[in-house]
Each structure stands twice: as C-alpha cells, then as structure tokens.
C-alpha cells in the first residue's frame, strides 16, 4: 500500500456550542468565535490510516475543504502522524451543500492519484448528513467504506 487519504474537517468545538450562531443572511455557522477540533469520526479514520502506514509505510495525506483559519487542526492531524495536509479553502467554498463539497473533494483526490485507500468519518458534528463518503465514492466510481 503506498497512499491513504484521509478526509478531514474542522468541525466546533461541542464544548462551544453554547456560542454558535448562524449567519442570518448567509445561513451558514458563524465560527469566528468557536475553536476547531478534527470530527471525532474523522480522527477514527486519521488513525485506522496510520496504522496501515505503521503496517505497511503507507503515505498518509489529509485533504480538507476549511476556511484558514482552521490550519491549526490540520496541524494537529500532522502531529498525529500525518505524511502531508492537502487544504481546499477559497471563499467561493463557504456554505458548499454536500454534492458541491464530495465535487471539490474528488476532484482534488484524482490529483493526488494515485491512491490505495479513503479514509473518512461517516459524518461531521456539524451537518450530521452522512452524504458526503457515499457521494466521494459515486463521483470517483469507488467502493467506500466509513468509520
């Protein structure tokens, strides 16, 4: 096995949520205010990854779709162990619905081919959709299987 990668998102901390807020015009999450953490069933996926890389000297990649200010969790993931980050951000991105996030990330997982394995979390804190693995794997034409 020579690459994983491994979706990855920033999500509120649920410690903060008494503070989160929605944008009134935007309707999207004011997280200006709110410190990230890794989804929890993202960092399940980050490391089932690394230990296939403790296994086999698989290259870990983390790809994530986040504003910047959310650096500091992907470097968190790369501390964990994490070969390279791959960070998707530009402000055309914000308030993305699932199918318009699973197109940005295929497409930036066909530049990173090639690949053995994804890795993803099921679903994020804080959209709960379980749509985008599923919509990834349609779009590549692949098997997924989620954490």
Do not use: F, Q
């Given at each position: 096995?020579?690459?994983?990668?491994?979706?990855?998102?920033?999500?509120?901390?649920?410690?903060?949520?008494?503070?989160?807020?929605?944008?009134?015009?935007?309707?999207?999450?004011?997280?200006?205010?709110?410190?990230?953490?890794?989804?929890?069933?993202?960092?399940?996926?980050?490391?089932?990854?690394?230990?296939?890389?403790?296994?086999?000297?698989?290259?870990?990649?983390?790809?994530?779709?986040?504003?910047?200010?959310?650096?500091?969790?992907?470097?968190?993931?790369?501390?964990?162990?994490?070969?390279?980050?791959?960070?998707l951000s530009d402000q055309w991105f914000a308030g993305s619905d699932t199918l318009a996030t699973s197109r940005i990330l295929a497409t930036a997982i066909r530049r990173l081919e090639p690949f053995d394995l994804i890795c993803c979390g099921n679903f994020t804190l804080d959209g709960s959709t379980a749509q985008v693995p599923s919509q990834i794997a349609e779009l590549l034409g692949i098997l997924i299987s989620c954490t």
């Open positions: 096995m020579e690459r994983v990668i491994v979706c990855l998102k920033p999500v509120p901390d649920p410690k903060a949520w008494d503070r989160l807020r929605m944008d009134p015009v935007t309707k999207t999450l004011v997280r200006d205010e709110i410190p990230n953490v890794i989804n929890p069933l993202d960092k399940h996926a980050l490391e089932a990854a690394l230990e296939i890389k403790d296994a086999y000297g698989a290259e870990v990649v983390l790809l994530s779709m986040a504003p910047t200010p959310t650096l500091p969790v992907l470097r968190e993931a790369l501390a964990m162990g994490a070969d390279r980050a791959v960070l």
